[in-house]
Nanobody, 124 residues
Framework: EVQLVESGGGLVQAGGSLRLSCAAS????????MTWFRQVPGKEREKVAS???????VYADSVTGRFVISKDNQGMTLYLQMNDLQPEDTAMYYC??????????????????RGQGTQVTVSS
């Protein structure tokens, strides 16, 4: 099981940017699903962005064009660059990892490795 630790959250004004990081305890290559989720209290956890099967990026409609998912060349850190943040982006953000076996889990609970989260708050 890969250990994951998120960082980079904080308070930002609407229109601003943040970059989240997810540090892994071991190398994850292109044969992993690497995914960012977010959750607001009282709501379902939402898949935000993922690298799926040979690093194919997939985004939720709500963040397409504003968020970019990437990883470093060493395959140890996953990033989420968030631009033009809006109050509705306020949430706890989590990263998750799972070996890619032809598909990626749809739910957070389907991932073997899950981080503890980092809070993002966007003020209007």
């Amino acid at each position: 099981e890969v250990q994951l630790v998120e960082s980079g959250g904080g308070l930002v004004q609407a229109g601003g940017s943040l970059r989240l990081s997810c540090a892994a305890s071991e190398y994850f290559g292109s044969r992993f699903c690497m995914t960012w989720f977010r959750q607001v209290p009282g709501k379902e956890r939402e898949k935000v962005a993922s690298l799926e099967g040979l690093n194919r990026p997939v985004y939720a409609d709500s963040v397409t064009g504003r968020f970019v998912i990437s990883k470093d060349n060493q395959g140890m850190t996953l990033y989420l660059q968030m631009n033009d943040l809006q109050p509705e982006d306020t949430a706890m953000y989590y990263c998750a990892a799972e070996e890619y076996l032809g598909y990626c889990p749809r739910e957070f609970g389907g991932f073997t490795s899950r981080g503890q989260g980092t809070q993002v708050t966007v003020s209007s």
